[in-house]
């Protein structure tokens, strides 16, 4: 019986996924604001010509709106009378950055084509101009998402997934997205560019044993035991502005900075992918983009859902 109703439930979500996908299309702007895409990627290329950094932050930006209630670009909103947004949830505050670079970019799409375009498809555009700016693999962004009129702090506090967890919580944390464990895998390797903040990866420097010693002494000189919470040390401690797959390779060196990023490679059943990532570059390159192909198609808001925001932070008066 219990299985009956997992079958179940998967159909349910197979056909909600593919209907919302459906209705977007990697042509929505063509006639209606055929500049959009090369005004986000202009903007894009001069936020990382700025500071390389921007393009992981971008990147993160998607993610983190993509698992909480879908792509629909909730996390650029303000507080206001009605609800409490998610900027200051704990996986997003004093962390999630690039909010005035959309704003920016949003700006600039207003003035070729004002109330067309939607901040939901910048941000899953933004995404994707980011990786190929930094060196990695391009993919067709499928448009035609509409911005929520709300968002949730709450859903923001349980739905991200968080540094501390094991495998068996990622894969948890992905798969009620929709997500399988190779995708998880995949996606995850979206830190081969970045930074992180002492207190995501403190825990594991001092009390963990899977990890390289020279490795854990270098980050402590970062990441004191008390203090300088906020001090950022590279993700891929190889190549931190460039998208590579270096990230797996560090993982196999036991140079994981987060608790979640070792287990990926921790004698479990991601170990595999991982060694196979790390000695072949077009493989990850390649899993990566369909990744994020499908967690962009994560429940848009499309047709009469939602509103098109003229300015990303604010619900339309």
Partial sequence: MASSRSLHLCLVWLALFCTASAQLSSTYYDSSCPDALSTIKSGVTSAINNEARMGASLLRLHFHDCFVNGCDASVLLDDTANFTGEKTALPNLNSLRGFTVIDTIKASVESVCPGVVSCADILAVAARDSVVALGGPSWTVLLGRRDSTTASLTDANSDLPAPTL???????????????EDEMVALSGAHTIGLARCT?????????TNIDSSYAASLQEICPSSGGDNNTA??????????????????????GLLHSDQQLYNNGSADSQVSTYSS???????????????????????????????NCSLVNS
């Fill in 200 to 208: 995501t990866f403190r825990s594991r420097i001092y009390n963990e």
């Fill in 234 to 255: 590279p993700l891929d401690t190889t190549s931190s502005t460039t998208f590579d797959n270096a990230y797996y390779t560090n993982l196999i060196s036991l140079e």
């Fill in 166 to 180: 094991n495998l068996s919580g990622l894969i948890t944390s992905f798969s009620n997205q929709g997500l399988t």
């Fill in 280 to 310: 072949n570059s077009s493989t990850f390159f390649t899993d990566f983009a369909n990744a994020m192909i499908k967690m962009g198609n994560l429940s848009p808001l499309t047709g009469s859902e939602g509103e098109i925001r003229t």
